[in-house]
Structures are given as C-alpha cells and as structure tokens.
Nanobody, 118 residues
C-alpha cells in the first residue's frame, strides 16, 4: 500500500504563489495517476489537477488552468503542484490522491492547508 504525504501549504497574498509536494512511500507510483483535490470550508471536495505518472499527461480543472502546473519527479517519487496567481477562491485544504485513472481516487494522503488573503 502506498502512503502519500502532502506538504507546502501556507498563507499567501492574492496573486502570490505556493508549491505543494506529494511524496509517495511504500511503492512507486508506477502506472497510476496522482491528483490534487481541494476542499474549501463548507464546500465539497473538488478536483484541481492530476498527472499520469508513467507518461506525464496532465489534466486541470478549468478554474486553475493556466495558473497551476503539475509535475512529477521520478527519482524522488514526488509530484509537485506549482500554484501561481493565487486567488482567494483557491483557499482550502489540498489533498493528493492516487488513482488508476484520471480523476480516480484509490488512496488519499493527508491534506495541507492553503490560505489566500485578499
């Protein structure tokens, strides 16, 4: 069973940037997808981005497209989400998850809090 640990959240001003990391242990990501999901207070968890570990294909929600970039580091078993031009509506707890396809979630990591001040 893979374990996922997300980190990198924090407080940032609107327009600023943060870089989240998701590190896997237990086994490599191999053929799976690693996704980022976020949950704002009082709202349902929503998809933000994911990446195919094997071929690097990336997918983004319309709300983050052009501002967020998802990338993988095979050697470090890490996926990083670079978030630029952050908006107050980007705030929430960000979770990484592994799945067998895009927008599939089989294993969840713990969340990391992102706060964007207006």
């Amino acid at each position: 069973q893979v374990q996922l640990v997300a980190s990198g959240g924090g407080l940032v001003q609107a327009g600023g940037s943060l870089r989240l990391s998701c590190v896997a242990s237990g086994r490599t990501f191999s053929v799976y997808y690693i996704g980022w999901y976020r949950q704002a207070p009082g709202k349902e968890r929503e998809f933000a981005a994911d990446i195919s570990w094997s071929i690097g294909s990336t997918f983004y929600a319309d709300s983050v497209k052009g501002r967020f970039t998802n990338a993988r580091d095979n050697d470090k078993n890490t996926v990083c989400l670079q978030m630029n031009s952050l908006k107050p509506e980007d705030r929430g707890v960000y979770y990484c998850a592994e799945g067998r396809g895009s927008r599939h979630t089989d294993v969840w990591g713990q969340g990391t809090q992102v706060t964007v001040a207006s």
